[in-house]
T-cell receptor, first 112, second 114 residues
């Protein structure tokens, strides 16, 4: 399928290095944040989430950091692998709403 | 288990025609969502169903867009008098309930209006 994110900012990393993808969110009332990974021709895939009462959460090879003061979210991927190449979106959710508001995304390219 | 499925995967239609896009959510998921994704953008919310009813359709761009979920499972997004600006990937997602935030997305339907 056609790839998403043809005009997105791109982060290029060497295989095995750590990656950091950043996101600025818009609404100070947002209380839940999610990172999604989207490969070409596929729908977004849940990676990790964090609630506003936390500032850090770790998963398998991934860590999400939340700085509510400056409304900033980051996704850290340890030991980046070729299979991590995709477009990454942050999404925010406000006041226990079901509606996700997505950011514009970052393309991650992993060089072998 | 089976994920969210969407049909067709691709749809090409002429300006002015009517189209229907189908979503089969994960079995047992009561909440269903439609999003639209334009090239280079993140998905944008269109409509949310809890069971059979549209709990929020505030994201539908205009009255040419309509969605139904008559039996609380499969949903159909309907677009009348399609315009070239409707060209996008239409994504469907489902979750266990409105209070369960993890939304599982389908692969999308790529709609092209010529």
């Amino acid at each position: 399928g056609e790839s998403v994110g043809l005009h997105l900012p791109t982060l290029s990393v060497q295989e095995g290095d750590n990656s950091i993808i950043n996101c600025a969110y818009s609404n100070s009332a947002s209380d839940y944040f999610i990172w999604y990974k989207q490969e070409s021709g596929k729908g977004p895939q849940f990676i990790i989430d964090i609630r506003s009462n936390m500032d850090k959460r770790q998963g398998q090879r991934v860590t999400v950091l939340l700085n509510k003061t400056v409304k900033h979210l980051s996704l850290q991927i340890a030991a980046t692998q070729p299979g991590d190449s995709a477009v990454y979106f942050c999404a925010e959710n406000m006041d226990s709403s079901y509606k996700l508001i997505f950011g514009s995304g970052t393309r991650l390219l992993v060089r072998p | 288990g089976a994920g969210v499925s969407q049909t067709p995967s691709n749809k090409v239609t002429e300006k002015g025609k009517y189209v229907e896009l189908r979503c089969d959510p994960i079995s047992g998921h009561t909440a269903l969502y439609w999003y639209r994704q334009s090239l280079g953008q993140g998905p944008e919310f269109l409509i949310y169903f809890q069971g059979t009813g549209a709990a929020d359709d505030s994201g539908l761009p205009n009255d040419r867009f309509f969605a139904v979920r008559p039996e609380g499972s499969v949903s159909t997004l309907k677009i009348q008098r399609t315009e070239r600006g409707d060209s996008a990937v239409y994504l469907c997602a489902s979750s266990l309930g409105g209070a369960s935030y993890e939304q599982y997305f389908g692969p999308g339907t790529r709609l092209t209006v010529t």
